[in-house]
């Protein structure tokens, strides 16, 4: 009988052997014996390790962090798993279901009522009601393309250490203003993640006027077959000509790179900055995956405004966590929502499975859209017109990498 427990120190190596492999198969199995980089040992040092057991032998491995995140507004825990893996001989024999399974239940009962991964496969997570939350912009751009940006040239940039992270925080702060997911971020989480890559440090530079940054953007050199590219992993700006700027800094990278790959939530707006639009390629993809862990608490955590009064009953498909597969009540009165499960005999108002509820929920789509592509039903327009006003479709980005 496989047993979902935390991963005690005896099986450390095991552990790295598993994620080493799954995660850079490339470079061979795992030496135990070979130094871990100090930076980045405390790199992957968040969270808390959990394990399926198949007796003595581990067979699955996840990671738990918890981050805060704005939804509508409103500050809520939730739930970050990282690192699934399995080792190949043991694939296949539904032991990362039991691991994911084992994980919303530990997270229903610590109070995280949404939970979020980045997937290796999108269709793999969603047999288990996981789904899209958002999407992202990977811009490539010929850093001479960059170069009518040079008109808006103000300001001074200014390289920023790890320990002066504080200064960015406003910054960071503006550039996900009124973005749901947006999260907080801890000293260590600045420090060990955003400053430090996978495999390599990253550089930070901040565009300041006066005193003050009013943009920034965290960035690496990569080597590639078709030249060196400076990747921007992270650029935030609290306005539009901070936006240039920044811009011009890549710009000023001619000389080193033959490409600039910007990655973020807004980049394509370069289209309409660049004269020449064809030196420009924009990359739509999908992001993040989340899920509701606990439907009541999970709609009951954010506010509705604006809405006065409205009621709704929802069946929800959830076999992978049974406490959410039934039919709930949702009752908002002054923008405040209180959800119970009732009586399934009565035919609901909409039902849903718990992936397509998830995007609702976070703004990822509309109701019509869901209806449209996803796993939406409804028993009448008037049920859309509700859901529409629960539900608004927003702009959703998760900035974390974990």
Known sequence: MAEYRPISEEYE?????????AFDAGSGPYDPDEPIDERRRRRWAFGEDRGIFDGDDLVACGTHIEFTVRLRGEWLPMAGLSGVASPPERRRQGFVGELLEASLQEYREWGWPIAALRPFKHDFYARYGWATGCRYHTATVAPAALSTVRSAAAGEFRR??????????????KWLDDVNLATRRSDDWWRDRVFQGYDTERYCYAWLQGDEPRGYLVYRIKDGDDGRRLVVDEMAFADHEAYLNLLRFCHDHDSQVSAV???????????????????VEVEVAAGKMLRIVDVPAALEAVPYPGVEDATLTVGVDDPHAPWNDATFSMRVAEGVASVE??????????????????????????????????????????????????????EVFLPESF
Do not use: K, W
């Open 13 to 21: 190596e095991r552990h790295h052997a598993i994620t080493g492999y």
């Open 341 to 394: 499960r009732v009586d399934a005999d009565a035919e609901p108002d909409a039902t849903t499975d718990i992936g397509t509820l998830s995007q609702l929920l976070v703004g990822y789509c509309s109701a019509e859209r869901a209806r449209t592509v996803g796993g939406l039903d409804v028993r009448t327009s008037e049920t859309v017109d509700v859901l529409e006003r629960l539900f608004p479709e927003h």
């Open 160 to 173: 920023i250490e790890p320990e002066e992270y504080a200064t960015l925080e406003p910054v960071f702060e």
């Open 261 to 279: 790959e910007l990655y973020g939530y807004d980049h394509d707006r370069l289209l309409d900055v660049v004269t020449d639009r064809d030196a």
